[in-house]
Structure formats: C-alpha cells, structure tokens
Nanobody, 126 residues
Framework: QVQLVESGGGSVQAGGSLRLSCSVYGYYWSSHCMAWFRQAPGKEREGVAFIVDGGRTTYHADSVKGRFTISLDSAKNTMTLQMNSLKPEDSALYYC???????????????????WGQGTQVTVSS
C-alpha cells in the first residue's frame, strides 16, 4: 500500500514563494510518474507538473512554466514543488499523485493517476 502526505501549503501575497513537499510511503519504481495537481473551487483538477525516471524527466504545465519547479529526492522519497512569483490565480488545493503502473505520464489528468495525497491549501492574495 502506498501513502502520499503533502505539507507546506499556506497563505502568501502575490509575488511570493511557497514550497510544497510530498512524502511517499510504500514501494514504487522510478519509472512510475509522480505529479502535482491543483483544484480551485468550482474548477476541474488541473495537472501542474510531473517527474519520472528518478527526476531525470520533468514536465511543467504552461500556466506555471518558469515559475514552478518540480523535483525529487529519491533518498528521502520526497517530491517537492517550488513555487515562485505566485499569482492569485494559483490559489487552490494542491495534491500530489502517483501513477503506480507503467505507461506514459501524459496526459496529465486525474484519471491517469491512481494514488493521491489529502491535499494542501495554497492561498495567494493580491
């Protein structure tokens, strides 16, 4: 059984930074995709970034490219999302997710990932 636990959310003013962490408990392969999603009230869950192959391959959605960075500390089984230059539209509940079966990490949609954390809130004020 795999368990994902997020931490690091909070409130920040526009232009500020936050760092989210996701600790993974349980066994998985480096070929399994790990990702961050977010969901704002009344909106669908949106894929933000994924990482795979022990951190050698990453992808960031256009909406966060250049501002957010996904990374992985394999030794600590911890995935992070460094978020800089935050905007009010980045406010959402952020989830980490794991695709615990082989195949491509795209599409970066909720249906493509089968293990989820409980979510951590990020609020950006203008």
């Amino acid at each position: 059984q795999v368990q994902l636990v997020e931490s690091g959310g909070g409130s920040v003013q526009a232009g500020g930074s936050l760092r989210l962490s996701c600790s993974v408990y349980g066994y998985y392969w480096s070929s399994h995709c790990m990702a961050w999603f977010r969901q704002a009230p009344g909106k669908e869950r949106e894929g933000v970034a994924f990482i795979v192959d022990g951190g050698r391959t990453t992808y960031h959605a256009d909406s966060v490219k250049g501002r957010f960075t996904i990374s992985l500390d394999s030794a600590k089984n911890t995935m992070t999302l460094q978020m800089n230059s935050l905007k009010p539209e980045d406010s959402a509940l952020y989830y980490c997710a794991l695709r615990l079966y082989d195949g491509g990490c795209l599409p970066l949609t909720a249906e493509n990932y089968n293990y989820w954390g409980q979510g951590t809130q990020v609020t950006v004020s203008s």
